[in-house]
Nanobody, 125 residues
Framework: QVQLVESGGGLVQAGDSLRLSCVASGFSFSSYGMGWFRQAPGKEREFVAAISWNGDRIYYADSVKGRFTVSRDNAKSTVFLQMNSLKPEDTASYYC??????????????????WGQGTQVTVSS
């Protein structure tokens, strides 16, 4: 079955960096677009970044543009989220997700049909 396992979260100070990883299994990883979302306590889950199956299309939320970088290694079935210049407002649980095949949008949760369990990122001021 499809499995997505995130790792790399932690407690850091404002201005620090973290690199999240999401290892996929149970499907042909190189055929699917992947996304990162986050959810802070009391808030709705929101889009963070996404990458197409071959990496030629990349999308970011305005709030992370210029600070976060999404990438993938299809040989290792892994998608990454490099987070630099972290801010307290980046504190959230971060989830990776696999897109439905054939959907055009990357920004909406409804375009994804499999989710990881999440990894917690806490940024102190």
């Amino acid at each position: 079955q499809v499995q997505l396992v995130e790792s790399g979260g932690g407690l850091v100070q404002a201005g620090d960096s973290l690199r999240l990883s999401c290892v996929a299994s149970g499907f042909s990883f190189s055929s699917y677009g992947m996304g990162w979302f986050r959810q802070a306590p009391g808030k709705e889950r929101e889009f963070v970044a996404a990458i197409s199956w071959n990496g030629d299309r990349i999308y970011y939320a305005d709030s992370v543009k210029g600070r976060f970088t999404v990438s993938r290694d299809n040989a290792k079935s892994t998608v990454f989220l490099q987070m630099n210049s972290l801010k307290p407002e980046d504190t959230a649980s971060y989830y990776c997700a696999r897109k439905y095949p054939g959907t055009s949008t990357y920004y909406q949760q409804g375009a994804y049909n499999h989710w990881g369990q999440g990894t917690q990122v806490t940024v102190s001021s």
